[in-house]
T-cell receptor
Framework: DADVTQTPRNRITKTGKRIMLECSQT?????MYWYRQDPGLGLRLIYYSFDVKDINKGEISDGYSVSRQAQAKFSLSLESAIPNQTALYFCATGLAGDISDTQYFGPGTRLTVL | GIQVEQSPPDLILQEGANSTLRCNFS?????LQWFHQNPWGQLINLFY???GTKQNGRLSATTVATERYSLLYISSSQTTDSGVYFCAVDQTGANNLFFGTGTRLTVIP
């Protein structure tokens, strides 16, 4: 079983709709992250959470919100989707105190907003 | 914010060839990582290397923090090495990674 899972894997929606992307992990990590990837732009950090009560904005948080329902779950919401939010979204986890600061990525969710 | 530039943007190699990928960053960092994104989109961490040199099989990486660059070496390339290689850095100490735009590597048999 994958350590970091994302649902759905693919989603097509319409402008103005509310969308939730979910991330679950079985690694026991305290840190969780949401990134988006656009062609030619690499990955950009949307939000990150160091524990259930600690949520922080990343580089591009406008238009997004998150919820850390439990240590193992971190969801990303688009309250009113717009076409320029069409992208590949990745969830990642990490462990505080890990000297290597390695992040482990989920398989990604491809979101298309029409 | 910090700028992370990777070169070359695209690279095509014959199987068995060696290559060097470069990552330049505009400010001091306390964390630098290399990732490989395979053709199916999966991201895998290759190295955590804020300074010094590390090797893992056919891959090795060197970061010269004082000169603000890192190099990823791939020797005896294989078709499974194809994909996009990203360099990512963090200045905050909170592992908030800023990614470069990547080098797309294609290894042909």
């Amino acid at each position: 079983d994958a350590d970091v899972t994302q649902t759905p894997r693919n989603r097509i929606t319409k402008t103005g709709k509310r969308i939730m992307l979910e991330c679950s992990q079985t690694k026991g990590h305290d840190r969780m992250y949401w990134y988006r990837q656009d062609p030619g732009l690499g990955l950009r950090l949307i939000y990150y959470s160091f524990d259930v009560k600690d949520i922080n904005k990343g580089e591009i948080s406008d238009g997004y919100s998150v919820s850390r329902q439990a240590q193992a779950k971190f969801s990303l919401s688009l309250e009113s989707a717009i076409p320029n939010q069409t992208a590949l979204y990745f969830c990642a986890t990490g462990l505080a105190g890990d000297i290597s600061d390695t992040q482990y990525f989920g398989p990604g969710t491809r979101l298309t907003v029409l | 914010g910090i700028q992370v530039e990777q070169s070359p943007p695209d690279l095509i190699l014959q199987e068995g060839a060696n290559s060097t990928l470069r990552c330049n960053f505009s400010d001091s960092v306390n964390n630098l990582q290399w990732f490989h994104q395979n053709p199916w989109g999966q991201l895998i961490n290759l190295f955590y290397i804020p300074s010094g040199t590390k090797q893992n099989g056919r891959l090795s990486a060197t970061t010269v923090a004082t000169e603000r660059y890192s190099l990823l070496y791939i020797s005896s390339s294989q078709t499974t090495d194809s994909g996009v290689y990203f360099c990512a850095v963090d200045q905050t100490g909170a592992n908030n990674l800023f990614f470069g735009t990547g080098t797309r590597l294609t290894v042909i048999p």
